[in-house]
């Protein structure tokens, strides 16, 4: 009998899973700045080809994105930041893998704007580091607009800022976050 | 509660916990499979647009400008009554601009025979990480004419052309990054004199370069580079026997800078003289010291990142992650620049049409919460 239930469980959570509507973005947009007070530049940079996939069934979400892809306004910082800092030969990618906290409480098929939190795991420069993002969550119609603030930690990905530049490069980078994801 | 049923529980915990971790990895394998193949390229396989003497495949970024102060003392061998060659220097002084992605232009004057040149720079083919080109490829193409008041001939039923001061320069490079910290360049090498010493010798010469560039630290590397040719070796100059041109530096970059230190037995600083012109040698010892400053300034800045862009007026609203106190600061920017980046942006991300009507829109969105 419990197993029954346990496999009904199961089953039925699979399912959920299955019919759930998924939303996908292949043009999120994410901005970092670790810009400090004593910068001679801004440093940051953009990258407007995140990828993503959210489960609304689940509240499970994935983002994906490439490191090569983000843009700098000086060429030679966009070299700096893949060749030194990110290390982008060798980790291509950064992905996060999270879940929606207060999944109950966001009606996909209703239109509004409903605050969030995410939490989950994000990697980067090889190194996977626990996060909880407040965002909000927009639903139009079809559309589902994400968009977060957050900080990043270098050391949580052990990005190295050599000690020369170390006032002029921020431990921590704020991240901007925003995407609008379609319905599958 | 029975042994059984807290099993039972365990067993369900485990089974969820399980199953929810699976599921976000499964999901980003959906995601992945969803994604086109990303094109990766090679970047940073040498440091600068110059080796040493020689030009290395890689090529400015669109709208950069790189200012390069290139100098050679007299040669090591000459002695202390000329402080080893330090009292004899040839600069030159140069100008490189990236127009695009693929094509490069510069000028430059070197005080070695007061010459002038103009130079091209050609990015054919790219090293692709995977499948694709194993190589990157680049074509270097330079013409130099020599200022120098023209010498009295001692016929004088003889003219001194204008052309027989001009020098044609063409390069193939073909350059590869073998792993983060070493790069090799492979270099096949024209040159065309208008004017030789002989008939004995062929106004064509060709050359194979050969240069590497090793790094030892994050931001240094040892470099050397050497002309070996295949004809025209026995080329005198001005009645001088020539030599092959080898060179080793170790350079370093700090910020916007590559410093490159070297020692060479080549002195001159166009190609047709390092190339198929060298008239000292390492056997005795007629070195020279030498450096190349390099300076880049972003002169045209890519697009996205254009002063009116907003960029500016965004930095207030980057400042403070996730406070709800600057809420009211964003709308207020946003409503106001709004519409002015749209076409700015447009253009350029190209792969995003349905949501790249600009960053401050989505500021708005984000000012939200």
Redesign the interface.
Known sequence: M?KLL?TI??LS?GAS?LFAQKY????G?A?F?A?TSTSPE?I?G?N??V???L?AG?G???F?M?I?AF??????M??HF???YL?S??Y?KS?F???INNLAEINFSKDG?Y?TTVT?KMTMHGNTADMTI???I?VEGKKV?L?????VKLADHKIVV?AL?GDKVAQEA???F???M?QQ | MTKSKIKGLLLACMVTAGFSATAQDDLLNELNSSLPPVKEYAFATFKSTRLIDGSTVECLGPGVLDFRITHRFGAVSSGAENFWGIDNAYTKIAFDYGVNRWLMLGIGHSAFNKEYDGSVKIKLLRQQIGAGSPVTVTYFGNTSMETLPAPTLADSSYKWLASNRMFFTNQIIIGRKFSKTFSVQIMPSMVHYNLIDSAKYKNNTYAIGIGFRKMFSRSSAITAEYFYRLNNSSMTVSGQPTYNTFSIGYEVETGGHVFQLMLSNAQALNERTFIGQTTDQWAKHQLHIGFNISRVFTVVKPKGYEEKGGDKDNKGSWGSAGGDKDKDANVTENKKSVKEPKKAEKKEFKKSPKTDKDFNVNEKASSNW
Do not use: C, H, W
Request: no cysteine; hydrophobic share 25%.
């Open positions: 419990k346990l469980g199961i959570m899973a996908m973005t292949r043009t947009k901005t700045d810009t801004k940051a953009k407007n080809e990828a993503g996939l489960n689940t499970e979400i994935v994906q490439q090569k843009k700098f306004e000086k060429q030679l966009e070299e893949n060749e030194k290390e030969d060798k291509t992905d893998k999270g879940k704007n605050k989950g407040p965002g909000t927009t607009k968009s977060a603030k957050f900080k050599p530049v704020e991240v901007t925003d995407a609008e379609t």
